[in-house]
């Protein structure tokens, strides 16, 4: 049984990580109107006291989506990408908003 759970977590993380293949270079291909009406809409959640961990990591996608590398290190890109996956509610919310961050949703 904790083969067979542990079997069903690893292939749960290569889905996870092949949905998220595309998004690794993903990056300065967002317009400037996007990138504002996006970010004020993650800064009045984060003013209403909403899922903050979540609009946190959904401000810094926007931030890589916007400037690309020159925003963060492709290490960094990785890490953030990664916090979805973990174990950790917080760092997983974060995780959640970054991606979706990078894909202005």
Not at 41 to 70: C, F, M, P, S, V
């Amino acid at each position: 049984m904790i083969y067979k759970d542990r079997l069903e977590k690893e292939n749960t993380l290569i889905k996870n990580a092949r949905k998220r293949k595309n998004l690794w270079k993903k990056g300065a291909d967002m317009n400037r109107a996007t990138f504002e009406r996006e970010m004020m809409k993650a800064l009045t959640r984060i003013t209403a006291g909403n899922k903050l961990d979540y609009w946190h990591g959904y401000q810094r996608g926007l931030r890589r989506a916007y400037q690309g590398e020159k925003f963060a290190t492709g290490k960094e890109h990785e890490v953030w990408m990664g916090f979805a996956d973990d174990p950790d509610e917080s760092r997983q919310e974060r995780g959640r908003g970054y991606l979706d961050g990078l894909k202005a949703e």
